[in-house]
């Protein structure tokens, strides 16, 4: 995406979001189209802590985020800057949290979809035991 | 090895067995559950490593339904080989278009377990390898379980079960029982299959000695009329067999050796190891054509082979082993499989136990001395004794007769004539056992009617004695007797000259002839002890007749084991 500012009597364009020119007014914004249109936070809810989870673009497959959830119990995992390619951007979310190597409790593979806006998305974790 | 090493999973979703083979060292077998497990593990990894194509980005790979129910999802999916080093579960793929079931074996350990699967035996029996550093067959056992070995069984393929998903599980091995269990339609999950495999003490024979016994033969192959109880009334086998010279334990011992595993005999047009005797009796009507004695048949939803039908143009019943499906049912038609004839089932068939389901063999169970035979399994009645059993094809257990022997030993071959007859009670020949029913005068009589009821201890055949006009007996063959009509049929003689009055005197022969060997002697059926007179007599070599001899004579006893005398030689130079 690039910005174009009016800076005095000239219109400069950089690459960036319109925040990186903060205070000057933004008269354009260009994007490609395999930009995002924008990121967003997605919130995955009561997930296992030590769950690895991998977000994907339902329509593409092309993975958006993905890493393993701290913390113990369950927790919200909050996962900022997603970006979106649609509005509202539609994900698939894989959940996982087995390991044959140690003594604890093993979860069947968690899959769901989500809808994610600009105001963020979030989506409600059920791991059941294996 | 661990299964890490053992698998691999390639990008497309194929997971292989790469481990070492069946019996080498290194050889690797695991649970499904431990798949299950192991690839889920490697389904939360953060990126594939090595030949196992499995991380997070790939797809699920397995769903578990119980811990013995796997599901391979999408494209995963296993092949025979891999399916082979897997046990006690189910693996479903491509969508239940694929199912391996389990089979679990409950016997002894070391018992060689063959599958008999859509007719016939499934060749890679890869479950009987010994595993390396094991002395006794079978894979995965479990001997606190008293399993002997858990193996996978494909069942379905193709979106088809392999013939209903059914199967038999059977052991036949020389000198150990032979047992069968079928599995009408294996379920999800292990179907635990017992299987007696105990050493037979009657079937000790080495096996190389058993194949020599080739006297023992199958005289009719197919619906066979045996009176073997001797009442004169004749009862339905579905095949007469001859112990030709050997014991009835040593037919035994013959009979496992031809439906041993590795046989390659035929029964009934089936290899003996496929045997298993009469599955099913079927009511039949509309017959058209003319059936063989024994044959494959065929119906819809189903195939067997005919080892019996009553009558080959007009049945009403059959008797048949199921190979294939399920037995028929009413109105549907019958076809040979050979002959082309046809018939229609009516209404009522009748499923029969085989005996490998009670760890016997076809011909049935063995005491050792004696036999208790199967459903409709026959032996022709000569060679049945008082302590052997046999069921007809109406169920019924027939008990053959006591059939003695009388034994006379001591005698010269040549020189003595023996004859042992009725004794009369006194110590004496009985001469008026029976008394003629009629005069005998013509030339040519064969035929002879006494007025007492002929004992049911006659033998089949013999000699009769008759009282004629001049005094004397003569000796009479007779071929055969009807105790209804109280006839003897005798060879032809001629009593125009010297005839037999009405009412004289006639007796059994029980042994009247010169002796051709040192011993003589008669087998008849035994119903009661029967007092018997002995003489032998040699009256000498002419011109002289120094070497003549006393007449011995004594009395003697026809018992239920039969009986025996020595005769005495005393000269009477």
Redo the contacts between chains.
Sequence with gaps: MSVCIRYGTRVICGIGTARSFRGWPAVALQRLPTDPLFYATLTLRNILAGS???VTRSDTGD?LA?GVTAGTGNVDEVISGVACFANPQEVDI?V??????DADP?Y??F?TRAFIARAGGEAYILQRE? | MSIETDFSVSAAGAIRYIGAAHGASGAGYHTGLALHRWLQTKAMGASAAGDDYMAINFPTPTKKKFDTIIELLGAYNIDDTAAEHLYDCSIIQAGGDVIYDAVQVIAAPGCHVEVVQNGALVANDFWNTIPFGSSDKGLNPDAARGVCTSFLLKVRTGGADIDGRRFIAQTREDGYSHSEFRVPGTSRGINVVPLTYLPDLNNQTALATVATWTDITLLTEGYALIDANADSTDEAYYGKWDRGSRSIGQFYERIKYLTRRGSSSTLYGLNGELFRGITHEVNVDTPTGTFNAFEAISWSGGTGQMLAINSPTAATKLWMQLLTGVAPTDNQTITGGTSGATCLVNVTVTQRDVPQKEAKPACGQSTGSALIGAYGFGIEAADLGINDRVRDLTDAVITPPNIATYTVSGLVSGDDYIMVGPEDGAGSLDETQFTLNGALSGAAVTSVVVNEAIPADTPATGVLRILRASGGTSRHPYSAYNAGTKTFTITSADFSSDGAANGAGAYIGYIDKLADATTASFQAQYSADRSLFIRRRFAGTAPDYTDATETFEAVGTFGASGGSITVQRASDA
């Design positions: 690895r989870y991998r993975e993905a894989t996982r949290l087995f390991d044959e190597g093993d069947e593979s899959e294996d």
